[in-house]
Every structure is written in C-alpha cells, then in structure tokens.
C-alpha cells in the first residue's frame, strides 16, 4: 500500500520566506520555508448598535450607482451619528474620495483613530488621494499613540519596510508590533514570532514564538495554525503532540490555507494523528492540485496511479505528474511510469496538461 510522507520541517532553518514545500519520496525531505510576513488588511470598523427605523431611513435615502460617488452633503452629514460608520462604509463601497473627506473631518475634529488609521490606509494605497507613505506613517503613527493596534501594526509593517520616516527600522517595528499584539491583534503577534525565530532583532527563542503563535493562531489566523502545528509535529518550542498538531492543520485547511490542506491531506491518508481517510483526503490533494500547489498535484499523480483512495487513472496521473515538473516537482518513479504509458496514454496525458496548463 502507497504511503504519502508527511513533510518535515527543519527547526534551525525557519526563516522569513515564501511558501512550504514537502517530499513525498522515502528520502529525506527539504525543510519547509516560513511563510511570508502577514500585511495589514483593510481597516475593520469598531462594531457598533444597530440603527433606529427613523436613522436608517436617514441613512438610506442616497442612492448611487455602483462605482459613483455618494453626494458629498448627504455623506458628510452622518458622522456624528454614532450608529452609523460612513468613512467604512464609503470605503466598503469603493467610494474612497468620500471615505477620504468624511475620514480627514473626523480625525481632525474628533481625533478618531479609527479614521486616522483609515487615512493612513488610503494615503498608503492611493485610494482616494495620490500615493504618500509619509502622510501614510503620520497618520498610522497618531492613531497608534492614540492606541490603535491595527495601526501599531500597520507602522511596525511600513517601518519595516522602510516606507516612510526613513530607512527600515526592524527596531522600531519591533516595538510596534509588541504593542499590537499585546493588544490582542493575531497579525502583530504572528509576525512578532517570525521575529523571534530568525533571531536578528531579537535572540532566537522558539518558546516565545510558539506562545505568540499560539495567540494568533487561537484568534483565527491560518497561517499562525499551520505554523504551531509545524511546531506540534516537530516538538519545536512546544511537546510534540500530533494530534494537536493535526487539529491546528485541519483549522487552517479549512480557513483556505493551501499548504495546511496538504499537510491535512497526508496525514488523513496515513492516520497520522487522526483517524485514516483516504478518500477525505484525495478530495483536500485535489483541492490544493486545483490551486496549482506542485506538492498536492505530484501526491495526487501518485495516488491515482496506484488506485488507492481514488480509482486508478494513469493517464490523469501523468498529467498532474507533468503539471508538478513545469513547477520544478520532478519524480523519477513518475518518469518511469510515463514511460510505460502507451503512445496513445501519453500523448492524452501531454494535452490534458497542455490544456490545463494554458487556462490556468
């Protein structure tokens, strides 16, 4: 019976980088790459009760044709009703002049950070407004004084990228995102455990970053859960417990995260931590196959070659087989079994990946 191997992490070697890659082959498999620094999403409003009939009649008088301008004396009118977000809600809408005007009044008359934040989101991605990462950081910057998190990290994310106020400044980002993630935001503390990992703002403590994954990662954030159940399954800064490992995995998959769903995906086709699934799992390789992960098509190819979880399909094989190759995935054992196709087989399974290949 087939087995897909699991991937393995090397401890020593997570560093800020791109993607994760695993091996499937009885050799030695690479160590994952970290996954990227998270960016700042769109600013979220502070929830808020929901209005009265007479308010959102007020509210909803203007109508406007999608990718138009709400009237600027209606919009403007609505601020200091304190059930109703317009600066969010123009900006929701596409309507960033509006968001940016109702924005700019706010922050100047009422000091809110929220909209302070939010100018520095436009200003930062010239919506509304030209492109200034200077006007940007100001604005982040007296939002997060006045305690914003999602503007502490936003600044600790241009300021390590050195946008605005001078060269980067891995220091003071530092010191931003320690302020955000004490304030409970998961982006600031997976971020700040990457930090901690690669050991050149701060000394390499692996403990520290599993607790502040651990963070980020019961709030929700997928990338925080696929990255502590790397840490579950290696014993990294935590004991080694699969099937916490496996359960961090499953969040994260079903979050959408792609490398979680193959991490998944192995471990329910070998019953590593869970209960076996085979055909639970050839779903989840399709999924991420679908997704053009090289990892999921070539564990895919080899599943539908052997017939097990799946019925046995060569040609099908071969054709993820040749999609995983043009993303450097190559596989002698899958080489051989193209080989052995006959002429026909093969040239059915060349087009199909030519097809797929050029309406991806």
């Known amino acids: 019976m087939p087995s897909l191997r699991p991937i393995s992490l090397a401890a020593a070697l997570l560093l800020l980088a791109t993607g ?3 091996q499937m082959s009885l050799t030695p498999a690479p160590p994952n790459p970290f996954p990227k620094p998270l960016e700042p999403e769109k600013p979220k409003p502070t929830p808020k009760a929901a209005a009265k009939p007479a308010e959102k009649d007020k509210a909803a008088k203007p109508t406007a044709k999608a990718g138009t301008e709400t009237p600027a004396p209606d919009a403007a009118a609505a601020p200091d009703d304190p059930n109703v977000d317009l600066v969010y809600g123009a900006y929701q809408r596409g309507f960033y002049k509006t968001a940016f005007d109702l924005a700019m009044k706010r922050a100047q008359e009422q000091g809110d950070p929220k909209a302070m934040t939010m100018l520095g ?10 492109r200034d990462y200077n006007k940007a950081v100001e604005w982040y910057r007296r939002a ?15 300021r390590m990228a050195g946008r605005g106020g001078g060269p980067a400044n891995r220091e ?6 320690a302020s955000s993630a ?5 982006k600031a503390a997976y971020n700040l455990a990457l930090l901690y990992l690669d050991g050149q703002t701060f000394p390499q403590d692996v403990k520290r970053a599993a607790e502040l994954l651990r963070v980020a990662a019961d709030a929700g954030n997928p990338e925080a859960q696929y990255a502590l159940a790397t840490f579950y399954k290696e014993g990294t800064g935590v004991e080694k417990n699969l099937e916490q490992s496996v359960r961090l995995l499953q969040g994260a998959s079903v979050a959408g995260n792609v490398a979680a769903e193959v991490e998944y995906a192995i471990a329910l086709y070998n019953g590593t931590g869970t209960p076996k699934n085979e055909y639970a799992a050839v779903a989840l390789l399709r999924k991420a196959a679908r997704a053009n992960n090289p990892i999921a098509q070539n564990r895919l190819a080899h599943v539908l070659l ?24 190559g596989d002698l054992m899958l080489d051989e079994a193209q080989a052995q196709l006959s002429a026909e087989d093969r040239a059915k399974a060349q087009e199909a990946a030519r097809k797929w290949l050029g309406a991806k």
């Open 20 to 22: 994760a890659s695993a």
């Open 121 to 130: 989101e436009l200003y930062g991605n010239a919506l509304g407004t030209k």
């Open 144 to 158: 997060a004084d006045l305690g914003d998190r999602e503007a502490m990290f936003a600044l600790a994310m241009a």
């Open 172 to 177: 003071e980002a530092a010191k931003w995102l």
């Open 182 to 186: 004490k304030l409970g935001e998961p």
């Open 306 to 329: 052997n017939g097990q979880g799946a019925p046995r399909d060569p040609v099908e094989a071969i054709k993820w087989h040749l999609i995983a190759k043009t993303s450097g995935k």
